[in-house]
């Protein structure tokens, strides 16, 4: 799901938000939820109209939350895009210490993968934010509004800027017969007023138990730049399909107290068939 993404994002979002034990374990949920939703321009080719993907959020034995992602075609400057929203929520015995009402939308360009503009509307608990991001990706440059404060800023970027949310479906539009074991895929990803430069690096095959049954995953780690290197973020793990559909089935995240897990619980119009057995 979705609070302050890090579909690959857990670093940095950890050193941003360290703070006591309450807002920490607060920021752990944030992480994962988000955590659903990842050179060359790529179109997005593999991702079909009304496409649909809900994932359950656990922390522990707890039902911490869900999470889904819809993909829709629609005309946007003049052009086909798809509009991706993420919706988030927390539920059960989590929503009553902690209320997590979360919508991200990215409105991705189907003939470069890039994204064009970009919406944050996050409640979690006391905390809120609604933020919009307008791309220029031809001159390097965006706008960035906040709808709260009503105020915008002005921002040079760099050339195949992604946000949280179209750093996904970038990840799901490669060539799935060059993502193999031991590549690695370097990305810029846009989060709230700042470029974090991550590598999502592939390290194994592994057969992974859904609910739907077994499929074959291809297990993907996530590395953060620090300093001139990027450096891997111990104890997180996502596993997506080993097909053309490079769905991620399995988001994990190894915490100094319990562990948090997302898992996908239901999808649909998918575009090529689900391996499971």
């Not at 829709?72 to 988030?88: E, L, M, S």
């Not at 105020?151 to 996904?168: C, E, P, R």
């Not at 799901?172 to 895929?185: E, W």
């Not at 074959?216 to 399909?241: A, D, H, W």
Request: aromatic share 14%.
């Amino acid at each position: 799901m979705i609070i302050d993404n890090a579909t690959f994002y857990f670093g940095k979002i950890f050193e941003m938000y360290i703070g006591n034990k309450k807002e920490l374990m607060k920021k752990y949920f944030s992480i994962i939820l988000s955590f659903a939703f990842i050179l060359m321009f790529s179109q997005v080719e593999n991702i079909k109209n009304g496409e649909k993907l809900t994932y359950r959020i656990h922390y522990g034995f707890l039902n911490a939350g869900t999470a889904t992602l819809t993909a829709n075609q629609i005309n946007y400057r003049n052009a086909p895009h798809y509009k991706v929203t993420g919706v988030g929520r927390s539920s059960g015995a989590v929503r009553a210490f902690f209320k997590v009402d979360d919508v991200y939308e990215s409105y991705i360009n189907i003939a470069t993968g890039l994204p064009s503009h970009y919406v944050r509307n996050v409640s979690e608990g006391g905390y809120r934010r609604h933020f919009e991001t307008e791309f220029n990706q031809d001159n390097q440059s965006l706008t960035l509004t906040n709808k709260l404060e009503k105020t915008s800023k002005h921002f040079k970027t760099v050339k195949g800027l992604q946000d949280m949310i179209s750093a996904f479906y970038y990840l799901r539009s490669i060539d799935s017969t060059n993502f193999k074991v031991g590549s690695a895929l370097k990305i810029n990803v846009w989060i709230d007023d700042e470029i974090y430069p991550f590598m999502l690096k592939v390290t194994g095959i592994e057969n992974r138990n859904t609910k739907f049954g077994k499929i074959s995953c291809l297990k993907i780690v996530p590395y953060v730049m620090s300093g001139r290197i990027f450096k891997s973020q111990e104890g997180v793990t996502m596993y997506v399909t080993n097909d053309a559909n490079l769905v991620p089935v399995e988001l994990k995240a190894e915490l100094l107290v319990g562990s948090l897990k997302a898992s996908l619980d239901d999808y649909h119009n998918v575009k090529y068939p689900m391996n499971f057995r």
